[in-house]
């Protein structure tokens, strides 16, 4: 396992410490203000580092804790991923039951052999007190008859005391190493690991759980850094369906590039490699080009229910068992798929707000943003997105909605002219 190292990374520059002066073209006006407060996005950080102090102080120290927990790097990054879709497919319960098989844990390890020692030191005491209550009965019986002790009895039974003690001490370690043969010794990393993804689900769930109680959504009152964080924890622990609401909640209540960029990939995720998407979310329906369509009556699901009609915080039931029993139709299928699916024209707007983002740190190249509009075009077609465009960002000004549309329809005409280049 290895990850980077602090001082191969460049320190990410603060909203004060440059100025860029206002490109021509380009602005949104949200989401330019909240350019100014973010900053330009350098260097080593994620949501917290660039977020303003007062935010951070009204957001409750258990999401930041689990913020900080799960900034993870390279290979621990992969394995967290990896442990994340275990746990969806076999539930948190079934997953530790399968770490307990395959590994033992140190901690469980020391406290074998704790248990071992322990046990053994009272057999030798049990045998001891044994020995001497022996010794000291025929002592008097020799009393009694006047016979002569030997002097090096003691002695002898001390030498067979040391011995019996180190034939109980090799039979321990025999013990242990016979019970523990068949497992590997889980090193530190992994032991963390779980620890970590433990307190990510446990937040998810409390978060479902508030959802599901909430008799309207919108009366759950959340800082939008709050509403992202939110939704990160539940990325992370690939509960897709819960984090669609505090995300898009984050979004409507100001841009964050780094929520938009998260939903583009999630969007690329699930439309390009839809069968992986469905197999690990347990779905039975096809994405095309962002469209789902039902593939049969049978909608049993072994992942975890998107409704999450739980009433309480139990990790067990995340994952396979939480399997839902009554959906077993199309409709019911159709909307577990609502709650992950995003809308073609809500990922439009959101590439057009990363555009505009971009263009005012002078950025004119998304790769991101061109694969989105490349997908979108293929679903549906360049001139119906370009009507899209006209209709959009009612709210600016004409001469602003002209620019940010040209910016666009830039980009589709390039992606018209390198078609075979992504």
Same mark, same amino acid.
């Given at each position: 396992?290895?990850?980077?190292?602090?001082?191969?990374?460049?320190?990410?520059? !603060?909203?004060?410490?440059?100025?860029?002066?206002?490109?021509?073209?380009?602005?949104?006006?949200?989401?330019?203000?909240?350019?100014?407060?973010?900053?330009?996005?350098?260097?080593?950080?994620?949501?917290?580092?660039?977020?303003?102090?007062?935010?951070?102080?009204?957001?409750?120290?258990?999401?930041?804790?689990?913020?900080?927990? %799960?900034?993870?790097?390279?290979?621990?990054?992969?394995?967290?991923?990896?442990?994340?879709?275990?746990?969806?497919? &076999?539930?948190?319960?079934?997953?530790?039951?399968?770490?307990?098989?395959?590994?033992?844990?140190?901690?469980?390890?020391?406290?074998?052999?704790?248990?071992?020692?322990?046990?053994?030191?009272?057999?030798?005491?049990?045998?001891?007190?044994? #020995?001497?209550?022996?010794?000291?009965?025929?002592? #008097?019986?020799?009393? #009694?008859?006047?016979? @002569?002790?030997?002097?090096?009895?003691?002695? =002898?039974?001390?030498?067979?005391?040391?011995?019996?003690?180190?034939?109980?001490?090799?039979?321990?370690?025999?013990?242990?190493?016979?019970?523990?043969?068949?497992?590997?010794?889980?090193?530190?990393? &992994?032991?963390?690991?779980?620890?970590?993804?433990?307190?990510?689900?446990?937040?998810?769930?409390?978060?479902?759980?508030?959802?599901?109680?909430?008799?309207?959504?919108?009366?759950? #009152?959340?800082?939008?850094?709050?509403?992202?964080?939110?939704?990160?924890?539940?990325? !992370?622990?690939?509960?897709?369906?819960?984090?669609?609401? @505090?995300?898009?909640?984050?979004?409507?209540?100001?841009?964050?590039?780094?929520?938009?960029?998260? &939903?583009?990939?999630?969007?690329?995720?699930?439309?390009?490699?839809?069968?992986?998407?469905?197999?690990?979310?347990?779905?039975?329906?096809?994405?095309?080009?962002?469209?789902?369509?039902?593939?049969?009556?049978?909608?049993?699901?072994?992942?975890?229910?998107?409704?999450?009609?739980?009433?309480?915080?139990?990790?067990?039931?995340?994952?396979?068992?939480?399997?839902?029993?009554?959906?077993?139709?199309?409709?019911? %299928?159709?909307? =577990?798929?609502?709650?992950?699916?995003?809308?073609?024209?809500?990922?439009? !707007?959101?590439?057009? !707000?990363?555009?505009?983002?971009?263009? =005012?740190?002078?950025?004119?190249?998304?790769?991101?943003?061109?694969?989105?509009?490349?997908?979108?075009?293929?679903?549906?077609?360049?001139?119906?997105?370009?009507?899209?465009?006209?209709?959009?960002?009612?709210?600016?000004?004409?001469?602003?909605?002209?620019?940010?549309?040209?910016?666009?329809? =830039?980009?589709?005409?390039?992606?018209?002219?390198?078609?075979?280049?992504?």
């Amino acid at each position: 396992m290895y990850s980077s190292k602090k001082k191969d990374i460049y320190a990410a520059l !603060k909203p004060h410490s440059f100025d860029f002066p206002l490109p021509l073209e380009g602005k949104l006006t949200k989401v330019w203000e909240s350019c100014e407060a973010f900053g330009c996005i350098s260097g080593f950080g994620g949501i917290v580092e660039f977020s303003p102090i007062h935010h951070i102080e009204n957001v409750l120290p258990s999401h930041l804790q689990i913020y900080e927990q %799960t900034k993870l790097q390279c290979t621990f990054k992969e394995a967290y991923d990896i442990m994340a879709i275990m746990a969806r497919q &076999l539930g948190w319960t079934e997953l530790l039951r399968l770490r307990s098989t395959v590994f033992v844990m140190e901690d469980e390890y020391n406290e074998s052999v704790l248990s071992e020692q322990q046990k053994e030191q009272n057999e030798i005491l049990t045998q001891q007190q044994q #020995q001497q209550a022996a010794a000291q009965a025929k002592a #008097q019986a020799q009393q #009694q008859l006047l016979i @002569p002790t030997n002097g090096n009895g003691n002695g =002898r039974r001390r030498s067979s005391s040391v011995s019996s003690a180190i034939n109980g001490s090799n039979a321990s370690l025999t013990r242990i190493s016979t019970r523990f043969r068949s497992k590997r010794l889980s090193e530190r990393w &992994l032991d963390s690991l779980f620890l970590i993804f433990y307190e990510n689900l446990r937040s998810a769930l409390i978060w479902a759980n508030e959802r599901a109680n909430a008799e309207d959504i919108t009366t759950l #009152q959340h800082i939008p850094l709050e509403w992202e964080l939110i939704a990160d924890e539940c990325f !992370k622990v690939h509960h897709f369906e819960q984090a669609m609401i @505090p995300m898009k909640t984050c979004l409507d209540t100001r841009f964050s590039i780094f929520a938009c960029t998260q &939903l583009l990939e999630y969007y690329l995720y699930y439309t390009t490699k839809d069968i992986e998407f469905r197999k690990l979310n347990g779905i039975k329906t096809n994405f095309q080009n962002g469209h789902s369509k039902v593939d049969g009556e049978d909608s049993n699901t072994n992942g975890e229910n998107g409704n999450a009609n739980s009433n309480n915080t139990n990790t067990n039931g995340a994952g396979a068992g939480a399997n839902a029993s009554n959906a077993s139709s199309p409709t019911s %299928t159709s909307r =577990r798929i609502a709650s992950y699916a995003l809308p073609e024209d809500y990922i439009l !707007k959101l590439v057009c !707000k990363m555009i505009s983002w971009n263009y =005012r740190f002078y950025g004119e190249f998304s790769l991101l943003a061109f694969q989105v509009l490349k997908n979108l075009i293929a679903s549906q077609d360049a001139v119906l997105i370009k009507s899209k465009l006209e209709t959009f960002f009612n709210d600016e000004d004409p001469v602003t909605r002209h620019s940010i549309v040209g910016l666009v329809d =830039r980009y589709i005409s390039w992606l018209q002219q390198f078609d075979n280049g992504l």
